[in-house]
């Protein structure tokens, strides 16, 4: 009798430790290709937003590029304050040349 039951303890704790098993196992083939997939998408994702702020950065250069050649008197007014100069004809007189020198600065 007590063999019965001892018996039928170690079949319930076999049976339980096989359907764990399958069960972690049918997780992991579930989960982990969706992991995979999510791991790629971020991936291109990243990219893709790289390879965007790489243009948008040689952009901004050559529009500073541009922007330095270009005559004072085309800049925007809150540009011109910020140099020094209180109005057009302080920076765009004929004392001042009208275009940034190659080595200038900005600001």
Do not use: H, M, R
């Given at each position: 009798m007590e063999e019965d039951s001892r018996e039928k303890a170690f079949r319930f704790v076999a049976y339980s430790?096989?359907?764990?098993?399958?069960?972690?196992?049918?997780?992991?083939?579930?989960?982990?290709p969706l992991v995979n997939n999510y791991i790629h998408s971020v991936h291109l994702r990243v990219h893709d937003e790289m390879q965007f702020c790489k243009l948008s950065a040689r952009d901004v250069m050559l529009e500073m590029h541009n922007f330095r050649q270009t005559p004072n008197k085309n800049l925007p007014f809150f540009l011109l304050s910020s140099?020094?100069?209180?109005?057009?004809?302080?920076?765009?007189?004929?004392?001042?040349p009208c275009q940034w020198e190659e080595g200038d600065s900005m600001l």
């Open positions: 430790a096989v359907t764990f098993s399958l069960i972690a196992l049918v997780s992991v083939f579930v989960t982990l140099i020094g100069c209180s109005s057009e004809l302080d920076c765009c007189g004929s004392q001042v």
